[in-house]
C-alpha cells in the first residue's frame, strides 16, 4: 500500500511525488499518457513572476513567484536560466511611468542575487531596438527566467523515482473505490492490463481533468472548480539577433512574448481562449495564429504571416475558477481542496502555474502534515534536480571541461546535451572514445547512447517522446529522419 498516490504527471503532480518521497512516504504516480504530455509542455517556457499579474493585485502570488526564480535556477541551471526581456513603452499602450512603477515593485518584492534590477533602454541606440518599429523610442529591459518546462517535469519525476516513488507512465487510473482508511485504485496500462493497487491518500493532480477523476470516485465535485482556458503558441524563423526577449502591449491590453527558440527560431505568445474538454483536440486555431502574427507585426520591422509558422502548439491551463468574466484576469494561483469526511482522503489541486510548483508541493504537503505526523519536513528548497549539481556560475566553465575531455564530439552537440542533461551528461558519455562508440545517428545530433538515456532513465517510450518532450530535435529533423527514429522504436515493440 502507498502512503500517497498521485494521478497526473504534469508539474504538480511530479513536483508533490518528489517532495513527498523525500520526506521518506511511500509514493506512487499515475499518468495516463507521456509525462508532460499536456500543460506542463505548453507553456510559455519562462520561471517569472508574472509582471502583469500587479495590475489584478496579485501581490502574494508575485512575490512568491519572483522568490522561487533563483531557488529553480540554482537547482536546475542547465535547463533555467536568466533572461532579459524587453518592454518597448507603445503610445496608446500602458504609459511609461506605470510600467516603471510595475517594474521597480516587481524588482523589490522579493531578494535577487543573480538577477539584474530593470534599466531604460533608448531603443534607436541599442541592440535591443534594432530589430523594431522606428517610432518606439523607449524601452524598459528586466530580468526574469527561461525553462524548459517539458524537462523540468522529466528531472522531478526522475529525482522522485530515485528516492524511491514508482512512477507509472502510460497508465490510467479507470476506477476508484473509497473506503474508510484508503483509496483502492484500478489502473490500466498502455497494453490494457488492469492492475489494483491501494493508497491511504490519493493526490489528484491531473490538471484540465481534475474533475473527471472526482466523477470516478463518485463524488460529483468538491467545493472549487477548475476553469480551462486555451493557451497557443507559434514558432517562427528567428525574427532578430540577441538572446533576449520582447514583451508587447497589444491593443486588447493583454501582452505577447516574443522569443530565442532552439537556436535558429523565434517563439511567440499565447493566446488565452475559453475551452471545455467535450471542443476535442487541443490544438492552434486559424484566428489564434492570425492574433499572435498581428500582435508581433505592430512591433517588429520584419512582418510575419502565417505561411511563416514552422510549428505551433497549444495547451489548457485549469486555472482555479475565481469567476472572473475575462479569461486573462483568472488567478493563476492554486487552490488545494482535502476532501476527508470520515473515510480516505483526497486532495485535489486547482490552478498553479509553471514557477510556482515547488512551493505548491511544499503547502500540499502541509496540507496533509496531520495525516503523517511522522514525516520528515522540508527539503526542496536548497536541493538541486537531476543534473543540476553545479552553480550556475560554473557552467561555462564546466562546457569548456566537457570539450577538452570529449574533443571528438562537436561542441554543438555536446553542448546542447549539457543544457539538457547537466552533470548527467557523463551517464551518456563516459566510456565513449570516438563518435563511432555513440551508435547510429538518426540526424541533427542524436544518437544511439543518447536514446538509450532517455529510455532506460527517463521514461521515454516513443520517437514523440524523445522529439517534442525529452528535446525539441523535432524542429530540425526531417520527415524520413523522423521515420526511421519511429521505426527503431516499432522494431523495439515487436521484437
Same mark, same amino acid.
Given at each position: 500500500?502507498?502512503?500517497?498516490?498521485?494521478?497526473?504527471?504534469?508539474?504538480?503532480?511530479?513536483?508533490?511525488?518528489?517532495?513527498?518521497?523525500?520526506?521518506?512516504?511511500?509514493?506512487?504516480?499515475?499518468?495516463?499518457?507521456?509525462?508532460?504530455?499536456?500543460?506542463?509542455?505548453?507553456?510559455?517556457?519562462?520561471?517569472?513572476?508574472?509582471?502583469?499579474?500587479?495590475?489584478?493585485?496579485?501581490? /502574494?502570488?508575485?512575490?512568491?513567484?519572483?522568490?522561487?526564480?533563483?531557488?529553480?535556477?540554482?537547482?536546475?541551471?542547465?535547463?533555467?536560466?536568466?533572461?532579459?526581456?524587453?518592454?518597448?513603452?507603445? &503610445?496608446?499602450?500602458?504609459?511609461?511611468?506605470?510600467?516603471?512603477?510595475?517594474?521597480?515593485?516587481?524588482?523589490?518584492?522579493?531578494?535577487?542575487?543573480?538577477?539584474? +534590477?530593470?534599466?531604460?533602454?533608448?531603443?534607436? /541606440?541599442?541592440?535591443?531596438?534594432?530589430?523594431?518599429?522606428?517610432?518606439?523610442?523607449?524601452?524598459?529591459?528586466?530580468?526574469?527566467?527561461?525553462?524548459?518546462?517539458?524537462?523540468?517535469?522529466?528531472?522531478?519525476?526522475?529525482?522522485?523515482?530515485?528516492?524511491?516513488?514508482?512512477?507509472?507512465?502510460?497508465?490510467?487510473?479507470?476506477?476508484?473505490?473509497?473506503?474508510?482508511?484508503?483509496?483502492?485504485?484500478?489502473?490500466?496500462?498502455?497494453?490494457?492490463?488492469?492492475?489494483?493497487?491501494?493508497?491511504?491518500?490519493?493526490?489528484?493532480?491531473?490538471?484540465?481533468?481534475?474533475? &473527471?477523476?472526482?466523477?470516478?470516485?463518485?463524488?460529483?465535485?468538491?467545493?472549487?472548480?477548475?476553469?480551462?482556458?486555451?493557451?497557443?503558441?507559434?514558432?517562427?524563423? &528567428?525574427?532578430?539577433?540577441?538572446?533576449?526577449?520582447?514583451?508587447?502591449?497589444? +491593443?486588447?491590453?493583454?501582452?505577447?512574448?516574443?522569443?530565442?527558440?532552439?537556436?535558429?527560431?523565434?517563439?511567440?505568445?499565447?493566446?488565452?481562449?475559453?475551452?471545455?474538454?467535450?471542443?476535442? !483536440?487541443?490544438?492552434?486555431?486559424?484566428?489564434?495564429?492570425?492574433?499572435?502574427?498581428?500582435?508581433?507585426?505592430?512591433?517588429?520591422?520584419?512582418?510575419?504571416? !502565417?505561411?511563416?509558422?514552422?510549428?505551433?502548439?497549444?495547451?489548457?491551463?485549469?486555472?482555479?475558477?475565481?469567476?472572473?468574466?475575462?479569461?486573462?484576469?483568472?488567478?493563476?494561483?492554486?487552490?488545494?481542496?482535502?476532501?476527508?469526511?470520515?473515510?480516505?482522503?483526497?486532495?485535489?489541486?486547482?490552478?498553479?502555474?509553471?514557477?510556482?510548483?515547488?512551493?505548491?508541493?511544499?503547502?500540499?504537503?502541509? /496540507?496533509?502534515?496531520?495525516?503523517?505526523?511522522?514525516?520528515?519536513?522540508?527539503?526542496?528548497?536548497?536541493?538541486?534536480?537531476?543534473?543540476?549539481?553545479?552553480?550556475?556560475?560554473?557552467?561555462?566553465?564546466? &562546457?569548456?571541461?566537457?570539450?577538452?575531455?570529449? !574533443?571528438?564530439?562537436?561542441?554543438?552537440?555536446?553542448?546542447?546535451?549539457?543544457?539538457?542533461?547537466?552533470?548527467?551528461?557523463?551517464?551518456?558519455?563516459?566510456?565513449?572514445?570516438?563518435?563511432?562508440?555513440?551508435?547510429?545517428?538518426?540526424?541533427?545530433?542524436?544518437?544511439? +547512447?543518447?536514446?538509450?538515456?532517455?529510455?532506460?532513465?527517463?521514461?521515454?517510450?516513443?520517437?514523440?517522446?524523445?522529439?517534442?518532450?525529452?528535446?525539441?530535435?523535432?524542429?530540425?529533423?526531417?520527415?524520413?529522419?523522423?521515420?526511421?527514429?519511429?521505426?527503431?522504436?516499432?522494431?523495439?515493440?515487436?521484437?
Amino acid at each position: 500500500m502507498y502512503d500517497i498516490l498521485v494521478i497526473g504527471g504534469g508539474i504538480n503532480g511530479v513536483g508533490i511525488a518528489r517532495d513527498a518521497v523525500g520526506r521518506g512516504l511511500k509514493v506512487g504516480l499515475c499518468e495516463k499518457d507521456d509525462l508532460a504530455n499536456h500543460t506542463s509542455s505548453a507553456s510559455s517556457k519562462l520561471i517569472h513572476g508574472g509582471l502583469r499579474y500587479l495590475e489584478n493585485y496579485e501581490f /502574494k502570488l508575485v512575490r512568491e513567484s519572483l522568490g522561487e526564480r533563483e531557488t529553480l535556477l540554482r537547482a536546475a541551471p542547465h535547463i533555467i536560466w536568466p533572461i532579459k526581456i524587453v518592454l518597448p513603452v507603445e &503610445k496608446g499602450m500602458r504609459p511609461a511611468w506605470m510600467l516603471r512603477v510595475g517594474l521597480f515593485i516587481y524588482d523589490h518584492l522579493a531578494k535577487r542575487a543573480l538577477l539584474p +534590477a530593470t534599466k531604460t533602454l533608448n531603443l534607436r /541606440k541599442t541592440l535591443q531596438g534594432k530589430c523594431l518599429k522606428d517610432h518606439l523610442k523607449i524601452g524598459f529591459e528586466y530580468s526574469d527566467c527561461w525553462a524548459d518546462d517539458a524537462r523540468l517535469v522529466i528531472l522531478n519525476a526522475m529525482d522522485a523515482h530515485e528516492k524511491g516513488a514508482e512512477i507509472m507512465t502510460h497508465t490510467e487510473c479507470v476506477g476508484l473505490k473509497r473506503h474508510p482508511d484508503h483509496w483502492q485504485l484500478e489502473l490500466r496500462d498502455g497494453n490494457g492490463l488492469i492492475r489494483y493497487c491501494e493508497t491511504k491518500l490519493l493526490v489528484n493532480a491531473a490538471g484540465p481533468w481534475v474533475n &473527471k477523476v472526482l466523477g470516478l470516485s463518485g463524488q460529483i465535485r468538491n467545493q472549487s472548480s477548475v476553469r480551462l482556458v486555451k493557451g497557443s503558441h507559434i514558432v517562427v524563423d &528567428k525574427l532578430y539577433d540577441g538572446d533576449h526577449a520582447y514583451l508587447f502591449q497589444s +491593443a486588447d491590453g493583454r501582452v505577447i512574448f516574443a522569443m530565442p527558440y532552439e537556436s535558429d527560431f523565434t517563439l511567440i505568445g499565447t493566446t488565452e481562449v475559453k475551452w471545455e474538454l467535450e471542443n476535442g !483536440p487541443v490544438v492552434i486555431s486559424n484566428e489564434e495564429i492570425d492574433y499572435l502574427c498581428s500582435a508581433v507585426n505592430d512591433y517588429f520591422k520584419k512582418q510575419i504571416t !502565417p505561411e511563416d509558422v514552422r510549428w505551433s502548439y497549444a495547451g489548457v491551463r485549469p486555472l482555479y475558477d475565481d469567476n472572473s468574466e475575462s479569461a486573462s484576469v483568472v488567478t493563476r494561483d492554486y487552490v488545494f481542496d482535502l476532501n476527508e469526511q470520515g473515510q480516505a482522503p483526497i486532495l485535489s489541486v486547482y490552478g498553479g502555474k509553471l514557477t510556482t510548483y515547488r512551493k505548491l508541493s511544499e503547502h500540499a504537503m502541509e /496540507k496533509i502534515s496531520h495525516i503523517f505526523p511522522n514525516m520528515r519536513g522540508a527539503w526542496t528548497k536548497d536541493a538541486s534536480l537531476p543534473g543540476g549539481d553545479i552553480q550556475y556560475e560554473e557552467l561555462q566553465s564546466y &562546457k569548456m571541461d566537457m570539450t577538452a575531455e570529449y !574533443p571528438w564530439l562537436d561542441d554543438t552537440i555536446l553542448y546542447r546535451m549539457i543544457d539538457a542533461y547537466g552533470t548527467r551528461v557523463s551517464a551518456i558519455l563516459n566510456g565513449k572514445n570516438s563518435i563511432a562508440d555513440l551508435g547510429q545517428h538518426y540526424g541533427q545530433g542524436l544518437y544511439d +547512447a543518447e536514446i538509450n538515456y532517455l529510455t532506460q532513465y527517463e521514461f521515454a517510450h516513443s520517437a514523440e517522446d524523445i522529439l517534442w518532450r525529452r528535446s525539441k530535435i523535432g524542429l530540425q529533423m526531417n520527415p524520413e529522419q523522423i521515420k526511421t527514429l519511429s521505426n527503431r522504436f516499432s522494431l523495439k515493440n515487436v521484437a
